[in-house]
C-alpha cells in the first residue's frame, strides 16, 4: 500500500507542536553531542543537546515557554550550562532568553547557523585559544580613600574645615561647592588606580572592556580576554596587585569564563526567516 501523502498544513500542524528550544551558545561541532550532567533552563528532564549544520551547531534544549524572565534561577541555569560547554569547546554566547518556537524550531536553528556561518565561523576564530577573565577592585574602606584624597587636596580639606561648627543655613552654598569637589576629586582618584591596575594586566591581554563601575567603593570592574596559555601569567600578576595594594584594596577575581563581554550573539528569528 502506498503512503499515505502528508499535506503541507499537516506538516505545518506537526511543526507546531514541536517543542521549542531554548538556545544557549554556538559552538564548531562535527558531530552530535548531548550534556546529561548539567540542568536545562527550567528544570525537568530535557537533555542539552545540540542541533548542527555542518560543523556549526547550537547548544539547545527543549522548552515549553516562549519567554523566561531574568530571575537569578534562569540566569544561573544558562550560565551553567554555558560553563558546562566551555569545558569541551570554545563557545559563541547567545543572549539570554533566546527561544526558537516558531513552527520547527530546529529549522529554524539550522537556517540561522547556515544563514550566519561566516559570522560564526570568523567569531569563533577571534576567541579559539582564549577565554574571558574578569577583576573587580575596591576600596576596603572609603574613609581610608577620602583621608587620603583630603591630603592630596590641600583646597577640599581648608574648605571642610572652614564650613565645621558653622550653621548649615549660612553655608548651604560651601556645602554644596564642597560636596561637588569632593566627588569629582573621588573620581579622578578612582580612575586614576584604575588605570593603575589596568595598565599592569593589558599588556598581558588580547582585549580589555571596562565595565560600569557600580557601587561607591569600587575601583574598577573591567573583563581581559587572555590567550589560554598565558592565564598563569594573569593569575601571577594580579597576586602582585594584591601584594602591592591588597592592604586598601579588595580584587574579586573570577574567571576563566564564556567571553560575554566579547561576544553576544543576538538572534531575531522573524529576521533570520526573512519575514
Known sequence: MAPTPVSAQ??????????????????????????????????????????????????????????????????????????????????????????????????????????????FHGLLADIAGKSELGLKALWKDEKIAFQEMLSERQDIKRLRDSIAGRPPAATHFERIQLGEMVKEALDQKRAAEAESIMARLRPISVATVENKILMDRMIANAAFLVETKREKEFDSAVSRLDADMGAKVQFKYVGPVPPYNFVNIIVNWNKEEGA
Not at 514541536?18 to 530535557?46: A, L, N, Q
Not at 524572565?69 to 544558562?78: C, P, Q
Not at 563557545?91 to 536553528?109: E, H, Y
Open 10 to 119: 499537516d506538516r505545518d500542524q506537526r511543526h507546531m507542536s514541536e517543542p521549542g528550544k531554548y538556545v544557549y551558545c554556538i559552538v564548531r561541532c562535527t558531530e552530535d553531542r548531548s550534556f546529561d550532567d548539567v540542568s536545562p533552563i527550567g528544570g525537568g528532564t530535557s537533555e542539552v543537546h545540540t542541533v548542527r549544520c555542518g560543523d556549526l551547531a547550537a547548544v539547545v534544549s527543549d522548552c515549553a515557554l516562549s519567554q523566561y524572565e531574568s530571575t537569578r534561577v534562569n540566569m544561573l541555569a544558562h550560565e551553567k550550562v554555558q560553563e558546562r560547554v566551555m569545558q569541551e569547546f570554545f563557545l559563541l554566547p547567545v543572549r539570554f532568553g533566546t527561544v526558537a518556537n516558531s513552527g520547527s524550531s530546529v529549522d529554524a536553528i539550522t537556517s540561522l547557523l547556515r544563514d550566519r556561518q561566516q559570522e
